[in-house]
């Protein structure tokens, strides 16, 4: 068997032993977690493990680890990496080559081209292709947003045509072929004149057909959604290769396999595909308990999983925790429930009291403030009078966000033409410059410059893309940060006039020394311009300006090279060009000092290299998607200390629509407070008390 752990086959606390002596134990035991994956699906031969360590764990190598482990004992055995979007399934790509540094050296030339081959998927008939002619690599990288995409409508009437016209021989009813048609057409949004029919299982035909009404010649009453599913079914069951087989199967985000698309991929196109299941999620409660108890159901899907594995996931006594929980009354069966858990997870979380810190950034409401509000109610009680529909949480959450994010959401929302009046005295209350007299968005400003004024990065994110332009215009418009802009400039031609010196001392070469030197000119930590400085400046930075070696300039030019800026505050709404290139220059040791991101940004980047400071300025729903902010700040490698911890700071508008917000989400937050040792919910008030009892725990 494959031995984890330092000087064995593989230690993960090679990766990351560029960190220094502070994360050794934590990068220690994350051999320690990929033993506990291995020992339960290979040892305990379970069907699926779930690693639910929170944000900036290392989830990642942890997964990955436990590939290679597999393949030291089958080296043509093929392990599907499944990822949320194809970006992720490039990083994830990146890190198994990564890998490679962790590895004792014999297994090294296994990464070679000859050895175990990877390869990423970008669409479904691509991996479709590979996997008829046996080509597959031996891990495979893809997103299970492209491979939801196996079902089509011209397929649903073919299939559906097809059945119909074999109504005959299962059912004795005759169908005309307009009957046909009409019957499909009703069912089916398609031009029927193109489909040919393919065969299928007559088990599926028959299915198909008791949901129709012989007497009526017509579909039963809820016969739609059962034929969908059913139609989705075929579709999946014939798109793959028939021996298409994985030995591994790996999901990243497993959370997200909620929608019921992405859910489809595992349990329809890839069931009893897979032999055993990796699912990789820091939020395995995003929403309930429950979403958790489907995640372990899913192990289900995989070819490992015992006949009576259902069966007994169910009889787990959830809802009785559950109740136990929110009544406050005693749990005899913790130990055992928790036990039985720990069969199917792997979790570890940060020690929050030791390393982060969380304060509050609270506007207080007024007259003027709260009039938006009111306005906004009788435009949805005009909304509900007239029957139209819309969707109000929303309208609502985007009043909470930002008073032009409200005005925007109003303005393409049923609700706009639905109450005139009220609609124009709205506009009248929020829109234009009067919009930049929000109190929350006001305040966050006003502390957000306190931050830039001591030269501290912090990354904010917004709930909606109209609050994140609002707020970067009316920081770009304050004296502070176009003085502090304005004096960045100066120290830039000054170092700029002594280029040859730096180029000099650090052995860099022209082009290079002149992007280090702007660096330099922008950064919190400006050296004196003289040899020792300098040295000492470049020795504490270096790493993350590629050491100076040859073809790092080629990484760095886009953010330094002649034209670039450097400025004070930027933004990030996940959009390819400039804005892209934002997060990179925000983990320069310089300028940008704000960071103004929307939600697109909460996963799948980093932020942590010199930033420990992270705005939540709207609340959601879903507590989850806070710690997933969170974590791109609070990682592995990030600048915390001991006397610096991560500062997690919550914007909120008192008397306002979000106090309700607050109150139903630390309902949801008491859940993950319990079972993922998370979940500190704005200040020591609101934090929910008591479940110490409840707590559980799932080492490794």
């Given at each position: ?85 194809g970006y992720m399934a490039r990083v994830w790509k990146d890190r198994w080559s990564e890998l490679k540094k962790c590895v004792n050296n014999i297994w090294k030339p296994m990464w070679d081209e000859d050895g175990w081959s990877a390869r990423r998927y970008r669409s479904l008939d691509e991996l479709d292709a ?132 992405r859910h489809n991929v595992v349990t329809r196109l890839l069931h009893k595909r897979f032999n055993k299941c990796i699912m990789v999620t820091a939020t395995p409660f995003a929403l309930t308990v429950h979403q958790f108890l489907r995640r372990l159901l899913d192990f289900n899907h995989a070819r490992g999983a ?392 799932f080492p490794a």
């Amino acid at each position: 068997m494959i031995r984890f752990g330092q000087g064995k086959d593989i230690d993960l606390s090679l990766a990351g032993s560029h960190l220094g002596a502070q994360y050794r134990n934590e990068l220690l035991s994350q051999n320690k977690r990929a033993e506990g994956l291995w020992k339960r699906l290979y040892q305990d031969d379970e069907p699926g493990v779930l690693l639910a360590d929170e944000v900036g764990k290392g989830k990642t190598y942890i997964a990955l680890a436990v590939t290679f482990a597999y393949f030291t004992g089958k080296p043509k055995g093929r392990v599907l990496v499944l990822t949320h979007s194809g970006y992720m399934a490039r990083v994830w790509k990146d890190r198994w080559s990564e890998l490679k540094k962790c590895v004792n050296n014999i297994w090294k030339p296994m990464w070679d081209e000859d050895g175990w081959s990877a390869r990423r998927y970008r669409s479904l008939d691509e991996l479709d292709a590979e996997s008829v002619i046996n080509k597959l690599p031996n891990i495979s990288f893809a997103s299970y947003e492209t491979l939801k995409k196996y079902s089509s409508d011209w397929h649903d009437a073919a299939y559906l045509l097809y059945a119909l016209q074999k109504a005959e021989q299962f059912t004795g009813l005759r169908l005309h072929p307009h009957e046909r048609r009409s019957l499909v057409k009703d069912m089916v949004e398609c031009d029927l004149r193109s489909i040919c029919p393919e065969k299928i299982p007559n088990k599926h035909i028959k299915r198909i057909l008791s949901y129709l009404d012989r007497d009526k010649r017509w579909w039963k009453e809820g016969a739609y959604n059962p034929i969908f599913d059913e139609l989705n079914h075929i579709q999946a069951r014939l798109r793959l290769n028939q021996g298409t087989r994985f030995d591994l199967l790996i999901v990243d985000e497993a959370h997200k396999l909620e929608a019921s698309a992405r859910h489809n991929v595992v349990t329809r196109l890839l069931h009893k595909r897979f032999n055993k299941c990796i699912m990789v999620t820091a939020t395995p409660f995003a929403l309930t308990v429950h979403q958790f108890l489907r995640r372990l159901l899913d192990f289900n899907h995989a070819r490992g999983a015992p006949k009576q594995f259902q069966d007994e996931i169910l009889k787990l006594p959830i809802n009785e925790f559950c109740k136990a929980v929110a009544e406050r009354v005693d749990f005899p069966k913790k130990e055992y429930l928790e036990g039985q858990l720990r069969k199917y997870m792997v979790r570890t979380t940060w020690n929050h009291k030791r390393d982060r810190t969380y304060t509050n950034w609270p506007a207080n409401a007024s007259a003027e403030s709260l009039l938006p509000t009111l306005l906004l109610e009788r435009l949805i009680d005009g909304v509900l009078e007239s029957g139209e529909r819309t969707h109000i949480a929303s309208r609502r959450e985007s009043l909470c966000s930002s008073w032009p994010a409200a005005s925007h959401s109003l303005a393409v929302s049923p609700m706009h033409g639905a109450s005139r009046y009220w609609g124009r005295a709205f506009d009248a209350v929020v829109a234009g410059r009067k919009s930049y007299n929000d109190p929350k968005l006001r305040t966050a400003v006003e502390k957000i410059l306190d931050l830039v004024k001591r030269n501290i990065k912090v990354v904010i994110f917004t709930q909606r893309l109209e609050t994140s332009k609002a707020l970067a215009h009316l920081l770009a418009e304050q004296t502070v940060i176009k003085k502090i802009a304005s004096d960045m400039e100066r120290h830039t031609n000054r170092f700029r006039y002594h280029v040859e010196k730096i180029a000099y001392w650090l052995n860099l070469d022209r082009p290079f020394a002149n992007g280090v030197a702007k660096v330099m000119a922008h950064s919190a930590d400006r050296p004196q311009i003289n040899h020792r400085s300098i040295t000492n400046w470049w020795r504490r930075h270096n790493k993350r300006l590629g050491n100076g070696e040859p073809g790092a300039w080629n990484d760095l030019k886009p953010l330094l090279g002649t034209g670039t800026r450097l400025p004070i505050v930027v933004r990030h709404d996940a959009l390819t060009g400039p804005e892209e290139r934002n997060v990179d220059k925000f983990n320069l040791p310089s300028s940008p000092l704000v960071l103004i991101a929307t939600p697109k940004a909460q996963e799948g980047i980093d932020l942590h290299h010199y930033c420990r400071h992270v705005v939540l300025f709207d609340l959601t729903w879903n507590p989850a998607v806070m710690e997933q902010r969170i974590g791109r700040v609070h990682r592995l490698g990030g600048i915390r200390k001991s006397r610096e911890k991560v500062t997690v700071i919550y914007c909120y508008q008192n008397g306002t629509y979000e106090e309700v917000m607050a109150a139903r989400v630390q309902q949801r937050c008491e859940m993950m407070r319990v079972l993922l040792g998370a979940g500190q919910w704005l200040d020591a008030d609101r934090e929910v008390k008591e479940l110490d009892k409840y707590i559980m725990h799932f080492p490794a």
